[in-house]
């Protein structure tokens, strides 16, 4: 790049690697930020994409469009493959490369499946548009096909949900299922009934919403139990197949006919993480993750640092969480850093510092758990302080106007407006799946 100003590469348009970007508007710097994806996707709210309830285009924005005015900024579409970091160029997919004089790696996380990646396929996850368009079309199908099903046994496992793990993206899926079970689709079909749904939240640990307060995961269960979720507890997954899923408690084993799982357990950083490992010696934790210095720089190169998901920073005797708050509070400390490092190549840094500003999961309509220190909140308070919060983190005022008004919208109405199966519609869902819908032609 012709310029004597610095290069600073961002990989990543999430939120740490938007934060980043922002933060470096007015430095005296070249800023180039890559994403395989043209847009920054707000992903705590992908599990209303995944239920019907917003569409795609509502918590999404062209990270050209956030970026416009940014003129020491550009954005381009490209995937990293490779870094090598005695050269400080990158490699691309395509072929191309890029150098750089500061690199923030910001690639987040993708689906865990602890050694079962061939669950995948039956299971799917929660990380990306694709995910929840996908999530989208199994619910919906699952409805549809049982609708137009006669064998009582079969049309009860198109209306089987089970859900993975008991964290917040758990939860929030589980709750939302049910609210469309017995609220969304009253009096939709002619056949069934949606409120004979079945759902099945699985989780391992002895409670949902492990790091919150015993009180408020209790009550968190409490709720969905009340919104028509079955949670239980204690209990492991042990093998997923096409139509079926063997759950484990205690030393009994159990196997459940069913059309639609969905997988929320755990999560793997980034391939980048191998990549960096591999170039720079850096070690990594047990998730793939890049064990980085208080200041977020890899150990003997502070021209590299890795924020988000992907980074293991151990603060106070704790893991960083993997949440947005996190990434957006690095994204800014490193942008800081680098204005600093700019004026002045030899300043020492300060220790980054994550400020901890309360947890809080959704569960379903006026329903929360929020907690901000030794604060508890629940029920209609704690969800109003969530929908206030998600709305101000959207990155676009239009997607924060559409996103209320969408909310206002389905809240007075119970509808979930964005309903659509897209993609593959024909049943069953996978070639070799073992519960075969009896009758495929429409009843007369």
């Known amino acids: 790049m012709p310029t004597t100003q610095p290069h600073i590469v961002i990989i990543g348009g999430g939120f740490g690697g938007l934060y980043a970007a922002q933060h470096l508007k007015h430095a005296p710097a070249q800023i180039s930020l890559l994403d395989r994806r043209n847009f920054h996707l707000f992903q705590p709210l992908l599990y209303q994409v995944a239920t019907g309830g917003l569409s795609p285009a509502n918590i999404s924005a062209p990270l050209r469009a956030i970026l416009k005015t940014q003129k020491n900024t550009s954005v381009l579409l490209a995937e990293v493959v490779d870094i090598n970091p005695q050269a400080r160029t990158l490699s691309f997919r395509d072929g191309e490369s890029l150098s750089y004089d500061y690199l923030i790696v910001s690639t987040g996380a993708s689906h865990n ?7 995948e396929k039956h299971a799917p996850g929660l990380k990306t548009i ?31 949900f089970v859900v993975i793990g008991g964290g917040p993206t758990g939860v929030e899926l589980a709750g939302a299922l049910a609210e469309i079970a017995h609220e969304t689709l009253k ?7 949606p409120a004979d749904a ?8 002895e409670r949902i919403l492990a790091p919150y307060a015993p009180e408020l995961s209790e009550k ?6 009340k919104l028509g979720a079955r949670v239980k507890l204690k209990t492991a997954v042990t093998d997923i197949q096409a139509g079926q899923i063997t759950l484990k408690y205690q030393e009994q084993s159990e196997e459940l006919k069913t059309q639609t ?13 191998k990549v960096l490992a591999q170039g720079t010696g850096v070690e990594l934790d047990r998730a793939g993750r890049v064990k980085v210095e208080p200041d977020l720089s890899l150990p003997g190169h502070p021209e590299i640092f890795v924020i988000g998901d992907l980074a293991c920073l151990i603060q106070d005797g704790k893991q960083v969480p993997g949440v947005a708050p996190a990434a957006m509070q690095a994204g800014k400390y490193v942008a800081r850093l680098l204005q600093q490092k700019i004026h002045n190549p030899q300043v020492k840094s300060t220790p980054f510092h994550y400020l901890d500003k309360g947890s809080m999961a959704t569960i379903g309509r006026s329903l929360a758990v929020v907690q901000v220190g030794k604060l508890q909140f629940s029920g209609l308070l704690a969800w109003l302080m969530w929908l206030f919060i998600h ?13 209320l008004m969408q909310w206002g919208w389905n809240y007075l109405s119970r509808n979930r407006s964005a309903r659509l199966i ?23």
């Open 113 to 119: 499946y602890f050694g079962n990646a061939h669950w």
């Open 130 to 160: 694709e995910d929840a368009t996908e999530i989208r079309r199994r619910v919906l199908l699952a409805f549809e096909a049982a609708e137009r099903e006669s064998d009582p046994i079969l049309r009860q496992a198109w209306l089987r």
């Open 187 to 193: 009096d939709n079909f002619r056949k069934i009934n």
């Open 198 to 205: 079945e759902i099945l939240l699985i989780e391992a640990g």
């Open 220 to 225: 968190a269960r409490l709720a969905l139990e």
């Open 261 to 273: 799982i969905l997988w929320g357990a755990g999560v793997q950083a980034s391939p980048l993480g």
């Open 391 to 403: 709305i101000l983190y959207l990155v676009e005022f239009t997607n924060r106007l559409m996103v």
């Open 422 to 444: 897209t993609g593959e519609t024909k049943l069953p869902f996978n070639a070799d799946v073992v519960v075969p819908v009896s009758e495929l032609s429409p009843r007369v």
